[in-house]
T-cell receptor
Framework: GQNIDQPTEMTATEGAIVQINCTYQTSGFNGLFWYQQHAGEAPTFLSYNVLDGLEEKGRFSSFLSRSKGYSYLLLKELQMKDSASYLCAVKGSGGYQKVTFGTGTKLQVIP | DGGITQSPKYLFRKEGQNVTLSCEQNLNHDAMYWYRQDPGQGLRLIYYSQIVNDFQKGDIAEGYSVSREKKESFPLTVTSAQKNPTAFYLC????????????FGQGTRLTVV
């Protein structure tokens, strides 16, 4: 099976940097996703890590350590519109590559 | 434009009635998924399918049924056996390869009264 843990809530200040952590225990691993979800809307894709290391994409970066079962999403120069839930998800291996989501981290950006 | 479409966006049903949620994709994706999301919660997997005419139960399949007669379509039926059907339902699709993310539909908010 798969177990994914994220903090429930975080608060950060506009213009600052915030790191959202995700740890996972899985029976198989084929990649880790980060999604952003605004209230009442569908999740939108942010990043996908397959290999260890840091992937940077504009203000957002994502890091993966497969040996530690650990990932983080780094958001720089926070804006008010970044207030949303951030979902960590793991894609399993094998014939059925099931995508399993964590419960999400609700980020509130304050002025 | 390629994408994944769920309909309707809002759905109301009386308790005890079955209801079917539609999900169609024209991305030529092999895999399709149904998730349920309750207020303040993450996504929980109901059913998923990797190929036509085959599907697997997710973590909370009880009270739900699906079919995958066509690659493009993966409808979800919420049956009267589902004890708490009111929720936000999300359909997603992806390719089987490693380097692909899941794309989501806009979601269907089901309210059972």
């Amino acid at each position: 099976g798969q177990n994914i843990d994220q903090p429930t809530e975080m608060t950060a200040t506009e213009g600052a940097i915030v790191q959202i952590n995700c740890t996972y225990q899985t029976s198989g691993f084929n990649g880790l996703f980060w999604y952003q979800q605004h209230a009442g809307e569908a999740p939108t894709f942010l990043s996908y890590n397959v290999l260890d290391g840091l992937e940077e994409k504009g203000r957002f970066s994502s890091f993966l350590s497969r040996s530690k079962g650990y990932s983080y999403l780094l958001l720089k120069e926070l804006q008010m519109k970044d207030s949303a839930s951030y979902l960590c998800a793991v894609k399993g291996s094998g014939g059925y590559q099931k995508v399993t989501f964590g419960t999400g981290t609700k980020l509130q950006v304050i002025p | 434009d390629g994408g994944i479409t769920q309909s309707p966006k809002y759905l109301f049903r009386k308790e005890g009635q079955n209801v079917t949620l539609s999900c169609e994709q024209n991305l030529n994706h092999d895999a399709m998924y149904w998730y349920r999301q309750d207020p303040g919660q993450g996504l929980r997997l109901i059913y998923y399918s990797q190929i036509v005419n085959d599907f697997q139960k997710g973590d909370i399949a009880e009270g739900y049924s699906v079919s995958r007669e066509k690659k493009e379509s993966f409808p979800l039926t919420v049956t009267s056996a589902q004890k708490n059907p009111t929720a936000f339902y999300l359909c997603a699709s992806s390719n089987k390869g490693r380097l692909t993310e899941a794309f989501f539909g806009q979601g269907t908010r089901l309210t059972v009264v």
